[in-house]
């Protein structure tokens, strides 16, 4: 089966705005500045490896796609899937900056949540089963980043 990725061209990669979220969202899940350094860093790491997790995914469901057209789309795909990525990580600013809510984690959780989805749309072909395995990587990508959040938070108060 052949799908196309909306708008996406075989010479357009990561734009980087996706792990800068991952970045200031790990960083605001730190209680203190020391800190946000640290789990900036762990978060654009983080973010990283679930993106090229969730692209493995989607490159192996749709193989025909990924040698017809090249990697590089399905990269496009979970890079445009993960800007949804952008309004969760301004939220969870304001949250912190205006009204001193630590939710960073929340915001988080749900961003990756709405991304994975997005990017397993982005593949197109028609497919459901995108949708739905990129949805399911990205419940155990969140998982794993609540769960790490909420270690770093316990060590120290990171």
Known sequence: MSGTISGATKSEPYRGIE???FAVLGGLTSRGVGGAFVLGIV???LGFLGMMIIGWVLGALNTQMRQEQGGQLIKKAVGSGFLVMVPFTVLALLAKLVLG????LVFASAGIMASGAAAGSEVGGGRMLNSILASVCASG???IWMMLGMLAQGIGGV
């Open 141 to 143: 990508f969140s998982a």
């Open 101 to 104: 809510w630590d939710v960073a």
């Open 43 to 45: 978060g654009l790491i």
């Open 19 to 21: 792990l800068l979220c």
